[in-house]
């Protein structure tokens, strides 16, 4: 078990916006939503998944990327390692976007 980090280029979408759709896909009963100094960030728990899962991303003026480039990044808890292509694939599925495995540094 191992914890399975992906990211998108979010396109700067509103987390409202996305957040019902990935609650469904996902199955998340209820995500926590808040927002820090640098991120903004959703967590809760996957059934699909059984596991924790944190959504975040930098504030959209607190990095220096080219504009609807801002990462959002997905991190599955103590996850099993052979679900790598099942939530990669849901996750594009939903975003409709190229999916990233693997930590992203700015």
């Known amino acids: 078990m191992q914890h399975l980090n992906f990211w998108v280029y979010s ?5 409202n916006e996305f957040k019902p759709g990935l609650s469904k896909q996902l199955e998340v009963a209820n995500f926590h939503h808040d927002r820090e100094n640098y991120w903004e960030y959703m967590t809760g728990f996957t059934r699909k998944y059984k596991t924790r899962l944190n959504i975040s991303r930098p504030h959209k003026d607190a990095m220096n990327l080219p504009k609807n480039e801002i990462p959002l990044h997905l991190i599955f808890y103590s996850c099993n390692e052979l679900l790598i292509e099942q939530i ?8 409709q976007l190229p999916v990233h495995f693997g930590t992203f540094t700015d």
């Open 11 to 15: 396109i700067e979408l509103d987390f």
């Open 88 to 95: 990669g694939g849901d996750l594009n599925q939903f975003f």
